[in-house]
């Protein structure tokens, strides 16, 4: 999807229902920056598909908006190409993980011959878990070739969450979930109050479209700021309750 002259949207990759993932990539004129690689080698092939596309002699590289595996688990297909990763210092996950994550979704697959077969293991062949090989822990800029982009600390939903903002467009990963219950399992009250300090961050920026880790992209002020204040709205209740909103009676 083509949001601005440089800046688009993959949306509705695979991942656990009811969730799908989104990435994004920003095609300046001599590098292409992708953000996110899904949750699997499949997904990031799509990605670059798109992302070469657009500027195929383009140099590639990547950012991951935060560390979990929807959003870091095409990493492997792209460090086989070579290129370069970037994602928050406390970014530090393993194949282990990825394979444990697989036997939880094969044991909701409804059909029991399909679970036996291990069919939830196909849609991550060839996935391996990558780490970002250039961290940080700090906001910074970007220059692609005539697009600056500016990496901001959107803390919250984890740690290592991060934003990416370029020509009105804010890549937000899952700072900001429309529609869609947030998962505030990762923290606590602390992290509630952090994640809203992140979303008033954002708000004081000048964006027309916002691109979130699950769900449609969010377009137009009166959209974004409802979307944005539904959030905030959610923590609020979390943070007075002490509890995520999808904790189980």
Same mark, same amino acid.
């Given at each position: 999807?083509?949001?601005?002259?440089?800046?688009?949207?993959?949306? !509705?990759?695979?991942?656990?229902?009811?969730?799908?993932?989104?990435?994004?990539?920003?095609?300046?004129?001599?590098?292409?920056?992708?953000?996110?690689?899904? !949750?699997?080698?499949?997904? &990031?092939?799509?990605? %670059? !598909?798109?992302?070469?596309?657009?500027?195929?002699?383009?140099?590639?590289?990547?950012?991951?908006?935060?560390? *979990?595996?929807?959003?870091?688990?095409? %990493?492997?297909?792209?460090?086989?190409?070579?290129?370069?990763?970037?994602?928050?210092?406390?970014?530090?996950?393993?194949?282990?993980?990825?394979?444990?994550?697989?036997?939880?979704?094969?044991?909701?697959?409804?059909?029991?011959?399909?679970?036996?077969?291990?069919?939830?293991?196909?849609?991550?062949? $060839?996935?391996?878990?990558?780490?970002?090989?250039?961290?940080?822990?700090? &906001?910074?800029?970007?220059?692609?070739?005539?697009?600056?982009? *500016?990496?901001?600390?959107?803390?919250?939903?984890?740690?290592?969450?991060?934003?990416?903002? &370029?020509?009105?467009?804010?890549?937000?990963?899952?700072?900001?979930?429309?529609?869609?219950?947030?998962?505030?399992?990762?923290?606590?009250?602390?992290?509630?109050?952090?994640?809203?300090?992140?979303?008033?961050?954002?708000?004081?920026? $000048?964006?027309?479209?916002?691109?979130?880790? *699950?769900?449609?992209?969010?377009?137009?002020?009166?959209?974004? *700021?409802?979307?944005?204040?539904?959030?905030?709205?959610?923590?609020?209740?979390?943070?007075?309750?002490?509890?995520?909103?999808?904790?189980?009676?």
């Amino acid at each position: 999807m083509r949001l601005t002259d440089n800046c688009y949207a993959v949306t !509705g990759l695979y991942y656990i229902p009811p969730w799908s993932v989104n990435a994004g990539f920003i095609a300046g004129k001599k590098k292409t920056l992708i953000v996110d690689t899904g !949750g699997s080698s499949i997904s &990031a092939q799509t990605i %670059n !598909g798109y992302a070469i596309s657009v500027n195929p002699d383009n140099e590639i590289i990547v950012i991951n908006t935060e560390k *979990h595996l929807d959003h870091i688990g095409g %990493n492997g297909y792209f460090a086989d190409k070579g290129n370069l990763i970037f994602g928050h210092k406390s970014i530090d996950r393993s194949q282990n993980e990825l394979i444990l994550s697989i036997s939880e979704f094969n044991c909701l697959i409804p059909n029991a011959v399909r679970r036996n077969a291990n069919e939830a293991a196909i849609a991550f062949k $060839n996935t391996k878990i990558v780490n970002p090989d250039h961290k940080f822990d700090q &906001a910074f800029d970007m220059d692609l070739g005539g697009i600056q982009v *500016h990496i901001i600390m959107t803390p919250g939903h984890t740690k290592s969450n991060i934003s990416v903002y &370029a020509q009105k467009v804010l890549y937000c990963g899952d700072c900001v979930i429309p529609e869609l219950l947030p998962n505030l399992e990762e923290g606590k009250v602390a992290e509630w109050q952090r994640w809203i300090d992140s979303l008033e961050i954002i708000e004081l920026l $000048n964006f027309e479209y916002l691109v979130p880790g *699950h769900g449609f992209v969010v377009s137009g002020k009166s959209d974004i *700021h409802s979307t944005i204040s539904r959030m905030k709205n959610i923590l609020g209740d979390a943070i007075r309750s002490g509890k995520a909103p999808t904790t189980e009676l």
